[in-house]
């Protein structure tokens, strides 16, 4: 279930190309698409809110990988982290008057992109120990603690889904969608016979039509495949990726979009790109996937709007991190922390 996570240094900042043509003194009626959201036509309140929610937290992801390369960078060489921040500047200043449905959130963004800026500005000029910094930090703190309080005061949980975890856990549940007579042998199969039980999966994927419950024994065998990848041929990871993508490119609306989206982007990141910290991390592929996911669910939501697993679907694509370099995990990138919640070790795979 979606929560609302933040940092204190939470900031609006440049990055996202996709934004900078649609910024500018525009009003709202007056702009051009933004984004695949604006494929739904709709026009009604939450409808807004929740485009303004999915963007909010886009450019706070830029934000954050702006801030995320500068660390790196800076602690080997203050001339490249400056670097950094000098090219974000002028991104920054395209960002004003983004146009949000809530005037509320532009007004506050533009702040953060002033305060944000003066302490590019100082970091470039003085470096990091000098006391203007200091000075300035404390106003851009004060910003920040508005900004934050308003969207997650406004934006809250409660705001939006009208359920309980409980009902939560109990709707999401892949059991109730598993209906094969084979599937039960599949998982007694599983315990004594990877290789058959794979094949026998294949053909249960195979007779089924529903597209929910094919979707629970697709993720079931490309979880497998990853989970399993030390005994299994070296096509295995490619296979798991390809089912993986097949799910998310599906016109079809499944509850589980966002976990497919989830574990296709770390075992891809894992897999394909690498963990290492120096690793390419192609946040603007995973966001693709992730807006074109965004953008269905949405519509579906639209065409149901009862249905609550839909809007917390929505909202858990749109509240979502990116990946990071920089953070807890010191071993690598943070891509990690994910990958191995999504696919824990077994203990015969260890």
Same mark, same amino acid.
């Not at 910290?277 to 603007?284: C, L, Q, R, W």
């Given at each position: 279930?979606?929560? /609302? ?7 609006? @900042? ?13 009003? @709202?009626?007056?702009?051009? *698409? ?44 203050? @001339? ?18 983004? &146009? ?14 002033? +305060? ?21 930090? @404390? ?41 094969? *007579? ?16 794979? +094949? ?11 597209? !929910? ?6 993720? +079931? ?36 979009? /966002? #976990? ?14 690498? &963990? #290492?910290?120096?690793? *390419?991390? &192609? ?7 992730? +807006?074109?996911?965004?953008? !269905? ?7 149901? &709007? ?6 917390? !679907? ?13 953070? #807890? ?14 696919? *824990?070790? #077994?203990?015969?795979?260890?």
């Amino acid at each position: 279930m979606f929560k /609302f996570i933040t940092s204190a240094a939470t900031i609006v @900042v440049a990055g996202i190309a996709l934004f900078l043509t649609s910024c500018g003194s525009s009003t @709202v009626a007056e702009r051009k *698409p933004i984004d695949r959201l604006d494929s739904v036509k709709v026009d009604t309140g939450i409808v807004r809110e929740l485009k303004d929610v999915y963007r909010v937290y886009r450019l706070n992801d830029n934000l954050d990988l702006v801030k995320d390369d500068f660390s790196l960078c800076y602690m080997d060489d203050s @001339v490249a982290g400056s670097k950094v921040l000098k090219a974000s500047l002028g991104k920054c200043d395209s960002l004003k008057n983004f &146009p949000f449905y809530d005037d509320s959130i532009r007004v506050l963004a533009d702040k953060h992109i002033v +305060e944000f800026n003066k302490i590019n500005k100082i970091i470039i000029k003085h470096g990091l120990k000098s006391q203007m910094l200091q000075d300035s930090f @404390v106003n851009y703190q004060k910003i920040n603690d508005q900004y934050t309080d308003y969207l997650f005061g406004k934006y809250s949980t409660k705001h939006f889904i009208k359920m309980t975890e409980d009902e939560y856990w109990k709707s999401i549940d892949k059991q109730q969608f598993i209906h094969s *007579p084979e599937y039960a042998r599949y998982l007694s199969l599983a315990k004594t016979d990877l290789k058959g039980s794979i +094949e026998l999966l294949k053909k249960i994927i195979s007779n089924t039509k529903d597209f !929910q419950e094919k979707t629970v024994y697709q993720m +079931e065998l490309a979880n497998t495949l990853v989970n399993h990848a030390n005994k299994l041929d070296s096509n295995c990871i490619k296979n798991a990726l390809k089912i993986y993508s097949g799910i998310l490119e599906s016109p079809d609306y499944s509850l589980y979009k /966002f #976990e497919t989206w989830r574990r296709w982007r770390a075992a891809t990141q894992t897999f394909i790109y690498g &963990p #290492e910290k120096d690793a *390419p991390i &192609p946040n603007s592929k995973y966001d693709a996937v992730r +807006e074109k996911c965004t953008a !269905q669910v949405l519509k579906y939501y639209v065409e149901h &709007p009862k249905d609550q697993m839909a809007l917390n !679907q929505f909202l858990d694509f749109a509240t979502h991190g990116t990946v990071y370099r920089g953070g #807890e995990y010191e071993e690598g990138n943070q891509n990690m922390i994910e990958f191995t919640e999504l696919f *824990p070790l #077994e203990k015969n795979d260890k």
